[in-house]
């Protein structure tokens, strides 16, 4: 499946954003779909997940209680939509995609098949 992100930008500390991720070349609602973070000199972090129906939704807990990921299956789309961010939450956001296979969470980037080129994200006064 193909990948595309977009609603990136500056945003002042204590603002919000929502980012969208549309997917096309595939079924969508056969899909895992998640958000992962790369800050510059940083490894790739895994940000929030959502299994194929939106039924289970994680985060790591760095953004658990500000961050709400989602996804519409009729339009191929998921989005994250981020509140009270930070300085820290600035980097480059990426969505991923793995095909449904039984189960429900997965935090590693290696779990996942597919992805998108990112989204700026960047958090300053």
């Known amino acids: 499946v193909q990948l595309v992100e977009s609603g990136g930008g500056l945003v002042q500390p204590g603002g919000s954003l929502r980012l969208s991720c549309e997917a096309s070349?595939?079924?969508?609602?056969?899909?895992?779909m998640a958000w992962f973070r790369q800050a510059p000199g940083k490894d790739r972090d895994f940000v929030a997940g959502?299994?194929?129906?939106?039924?289970?939704?994680y985060y790591d807990d760095s953004v658990k209680g500000r961050f709400t990921i989602s996804r519409e299956n009729a339009q191929g789309t998921v989005y994250l939509q981020m509140n009270s961010l930070k300085p820290e939450d600035t980097a480059l956001y990426f969505c991923?995609?793995?095909?449904?296979?039984?189960?429900?969470?997965?935090?590693?980037?290696?779990?996942?098949?597919?992805w998108g080129r990112g989204t700026q994200v960047t958090v300053s006064s």
């Open positions: 991923a995609a793995r095909l449904f296979d039984g189960g429900n969470y997965y935090y590693s980037g290696g779990e996942y098949d597919d």
């Open positions: 070349g595939g079924t969508f609602s056969s899909y895992h």
């Open positions: 959502v299994s194929w129906n939106g039924g289970k939704r």
